[in-house]
């Protein structure tokens, strides 16, 4: 029995219909580069100008005492380090946040996912913030039960946890509390991150997690706001299969609700 022959007909049909999509491929492909050109341009140009300064101020307290070491007293000689060690600390912190954001829009980046304690993830960021901010007098309470196991990435929801919660440091004054309560029900995780802090207004909250928003340049403490920390936060959690809502109001404080998956392995 003779294999039925399709009409030529049939071929170019299905011919165009390839062509089709993948031109549509090829499309989307091109559209999705090109949007990546554009936002790699764009953090590129905010990198250049958010380095401009700090990496200035670190080369003229240089070339100064540099050129008259010998003049300055120990008192002087200390101060401008300590201008020096200010802004390079700040440069760094800068790089780290960007390659994070790069990274983060990458297709090759994947979580590193393991069952373990949450208890000590958050021992582990409230500890550093303590030691980081003992200045500040702002005390962090935290509630997170000792045995509460549950699927994640360590260093990467520590990443997301420690914006978020060095957020409502930096927008809290003095002798105020920062309160880390999580709670939990059969599906998920509940964390709830409340401080006392200056707050947002509404009309900003629909912004706060879009890259490079700020609502006040500097925060309460005179240090300058890049506007990534949220954006960074919500990706990872998003990547978590979590999500991550802000409740706010201007001079009574921030509360961000944070929900996580609980699955047993």
Same mark, same amino acid.
């Given at each position: 029995m003779k294999k039925?022959? /399709? =009409?030529?007909? #049939?071929?170019? /049909?299905?011919?165009?219909?390839?062509?089709?999509?993948? #031109?549509?491929?090829?499309?989307?492909? #091109?559209?999705? &580069?090109?949007?990546?050109?554009?936002?790699?341009?764009?953090?590129?140009?905010?990198?250049?100008?958010?380095?401009? *300064? =700090?990496?200035?101020?670190?080369?003229?307290?240089? /070339?100064?005492?540099? /050129?008259?070491?010998?003049?300055? *007293?120990p008192e002087k000689l200390i101060k401008y380090s300590n201008v020096i060690y200010n802004s390079a600390e700040y440069s760094l912190d800068l790089l780290s946040t960007f390659a994070k954001a790069v990274s983060l829009k990458s297709d090759d980046f994947k979580l590193n996912i393991e069952y373990q304690n949450f208890h000590e993830l958050i021992n582990d960021i409230v500890t550093?913030?303590?030691?980081?901010?003992?200045?500040?007098?702002?005390?962090?309470?935290?509630?997170? =039960? @000792?045995?509460?196991?549950?699927? &994640?990435d360590y260093s990467e929801l520590k990443i997301a946890l420690e914006n978020i919660i060095n957020n409502a440091i930096s927008y809290s004054t003095s002798d105020t509390n920062i309160n880390i309560l999580v709670s939990t029900?059969?599906?998920?995780?509940?964390?709830? @991150?409340?401080?006392?802090?200056?707050?947002?207004? =509404?009309?900003?909250?629909?912004?706060?997690?879009?890259?490079?928003?700020?609502?006040?340049?500097?925060?309460?403490h005179q240090k300058k706001s890049l506007g990534l920390g949220l954006t960074i936060a919500k990706k990872?959690?998003?990547?978590?299969?979590? #999500?991550?809502?802000?409740?706010?109001?201007? *001079?009574?404080?921030?509360?961000?609700?944070?929900?996580l998956p609980i699955k047993k392995c």
């Open positions: 039925k022959i /399709e =009409p030529l007909e #049939s071929y170019i /049909e299905q011919l165009e219909d390839k062509i089709v999509q993948l #031109s549509m491929k090829h499309k989307n492909l #091109s559209n999705n &580069f090109n949007q990546y050109k554009k936002e790699n341009k764009l953090l590129l140009g905010k990198l250049t100008h958010n380095l401009k *300064n =700090p990496i200035g101020v670190i080369y003229s307290f240089s /070339e100064m005492m540099l /050129e008259n070491i010998e003049n300055y *007293n550093g913030f303590k030691k980081k901010y003992t200045d500040y007098n702002i005390l962090l309470n935290t509630n997170a =039960p @000792i045995s509460l196991k549950l699927n &994640f029900n059969e599906q998920e995780l509940i964390l709830s @991150i409340e401080d006392e802090g200056i707050g947002i207004e =509404p009309k900003y909250i629909s912004k706060v997690f879009d890259e490079f928003f700020v609502v006040n340049t500097y925060d309460v990872i959690i998003s990547l978590h299969k979590g #999500s991550i809502e802000i409740k706010s109001e201007s *001079n009574k404080g921030t509360i961000v609700l944070i929900k």
